[in-house]
């Protein structure tokens, strides 16, 4: 039968196309296994602020029950739950953008006046706490509901009675006034980006695969000559991918909040580490087929776990300034997020994103030279 | 202008090319012969610097070139693969090339469009090299190899696949390249190297068998030229008479029926002698015909093979 000697010969094919039937077989369990290495490291830890507003009252002995507030929520802290003072709003709002803490919580001037007062429980105006964070945050949201529980415990060990209270949420730059769509919009502008891994690969492996890269060889033409012109316009194609995202978000009633010229500094320099990325998989790659067969890798991993498509908190190895640096730090996506994310939703300037700018840069420069480096050892030399 | 000595390549335990040693003159058409698997295109990516020698050194103007030679950019390589973008028009591609070997883009320009109309590209200078003709490309290949003028130009079978018309000229525009630049001819086809080379180098299993002028080689090698009179034989003539005559003037002698064949190195030259003698005898020649001794010859002589083998 005809069928058996197709089978026969697509069988040794196969095995003979070794490296892609591999790469294509063991993406699926290298991503189980890598989301489980993330998800192991991460133990969800809930960091509540406090900033204490209570003037307390001076003619009872110097009394302060926000200071006792403070203390009695101390002894709620465990592993997953961190308690922490701050002398002003805006340590706070800094350590918030980045991610340092969950939520703020600041106790009213008249808290303790509030408790002392007779008939406290019956008061027509309760008073009133302020929460501070990302309220878009799934972290905030939990952190609020953890907040909330101590405070009413607190005040109903402190009064016998669940005195009236209420809270106000007010969220940093404009978490609270933007809806779930306008929230998906950094990532999905970096997940634009991303995309663009795979055409600057084809571009790149294009000379090998016409063997044009012969001529090239021939007139002496750098590695970086060649790879910087490609670059050039792979940048241009990111800046025009990431512009028609926009402009399809705006048709689609997204407005955008933010500085300019930081996010097309941030647009910038993630197109130019994804491009300098798209060298490696040129490098080990020798026509397009095997472009698109290896670039799957990095694709998926960059697109899944680097805040893109789906938040990422993951315990970091170690912080410089505010500015945690974990496993998925390798990846220029993660800091591109994590800037739009301040320069777009929390309304940070420049100098709130200056630690994500400069990991770019450095894995920009990083992810170029070794892209260089092995291209230049794959496709120029030989 | 180049100068070879000892080049020897190997990948694993095949010998690529074996102890080469070679000069190419200055403003010469040099032609490289040899089977596949010879060793020519190693000894030529050698000689341009894109594969390095495992021993051997390479002079160009008396100057050592290492590997990746800076001199490489005297090098102009027209490849027998059609390395060509197929995206660009055959313009911008001259212009391209031009750019990357540090021209200026209007000389790139320049000399992209005098390259393209000297063969017989100019009406399509502006068309995307991916919708000629494979003619056209061919030309197109060898064109790209000349925009930066360089001094070598290197052409691996550059007639291979080309219509009459565009072998012509192709032939044409190589033969004008003698003296303003020097040529190193790669080929199969021996009436083309016979043709173009100034000088030819036989190579076979990587080693180099013989070089010398085409007109050199056929005379001193090779099984010789064949020459076949054909006798009118008259009532009562005997045949055997003329034949005893032929032997007395060539070694290699056949004869059967009204022709007699003579096979020897420049057998034309006994033309005369023997149309002379058989004439005396009252012999008459009623055809004499001949082939010389070709490359071919040579190289089956030299190798115990057939190019094409």
Redesign the interface.
Known sequence: MRITGVIKKSLKEQARSFWLLLLTVSTAPFFVLVYDLITESYAPVYDILILNNDKGMIDTGNINLGDTLIQALMLHEDKSCKIGRVKSRQEAVKKLKNKKADLLMVIPEDFTGFLKAPGSGDSPEPFKLEFLGNITDFNYIITAILAHSFVSDFLLDRTGIQPPFSFTETGIGTSGALNDFELTIPGLVIFSIIMLMLTASVAMIAEVE???M????????TTLELMGGITVIQVLVGFLSVALTLAVAAVLGYSFQGSVIPVLLVVFLTTVSIIAFSLFIAAFSKSVTQVLIIGNFPLFIFMFFTGAMFPMNVSPWFTIGDYGISVISMMSPTHAVSALNKLLIMQEGFTGVLPEVGSLVLLCVLYFALGIWVFRKRHM?Q | MIRVNGLTKRYGDLTAVDNLNLEIHQGEIFGFLGPNGAGKSTSINMICGLVQPDSGQIFIHSQLAGHEHKLRNSFGLCPQELIIWPRLTCLEQMIFMGEMYGMATHTARKAGSNLLEVLGLNSKMHKLAGTLSGGMKRRLNVCLALVHDPEIVVLDEPEAGLDPQSRIMVRDFIRGLRKTKTVILTTHNMDEADRLSDRVAIIDNGRLLLTDTPENLKRTAGSGDVLELTIQIEDGRDMQAAGAVVKGMARNVTISDATIQIREKNAIELVPALTAKLKDLNFTCAEIKMRANTLEDVFIQLTGKRLRE
Not at chain 1, 214 to 221: D, E, F, I, P, W
């Open positions: 016409n063997k044009t012969l001529r090239l060889k021939l007139s002496r033409v030399l």
